[in-house]
């Protein structure tokens, strides 16, 4: 089970405290959703359990974190307990509302009477 205290930003941004790789915005992780695992360059999501490591020059958090957990509920803005420290900042950095082409949470289909 994974540590409550997490779903606030402001104790995932504690967890960078030896953060070793510096092209990397530990604001920017700590913002959607990552804390850092102290294991090497490791962070994990709180709210999909994503975990990345071995991150590039270059590498982007919010497009990394998709990549590997396209339905993330915190990146897709689905209601989660997450704890921002700016609500705005935060809106501003998730990807548009629009990026959700797929429709994941459609569960209803629709039927064709085809009498
Ligand atoms: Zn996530």
């Known amino acids: 089970r994974m540590n409550e205290k997490y ?20 604001h920017t992780l700590a913002k959607t959703g ?5 294991e090497d360059d490791k962070v ?11 991150w ?9 974190h998709l990549r590997w957990s396209p339905n993330c509920p915190l990146l897709r803005r689905r ?8 609500a705005e900042a935060l809106d501003a950095i998730l990807p548009p509302i629009s990026y959700d ?3 994941s949470n459609n569960s209803v289909l629709e039927v ?3 009498a």
């Open 7 to 26: 779903q606030r930003e402001d104790e995932r941004l504690k967890t960078y405290t030896n953060w070793p790789v510096p092209f990397l915005d530990c």
């Open 34 to 38: 990552m804390y850092f695992t102290n």
């Open 44 to 54: 994990k999501c709180y709210f999909c359990e994503v975990e990345i490591g071995r």
């Open 56 to 64: 590039e020059p270059g590498d982007q958090p919010v497009s990394e």
């Open 79 to 86: 209601p989660t307990n997450n704890i921002p420290i700016s």
């Open 101 to 103: 082409i797929c429709g």
């Open 112 to 114: 064709h009477d085809t």
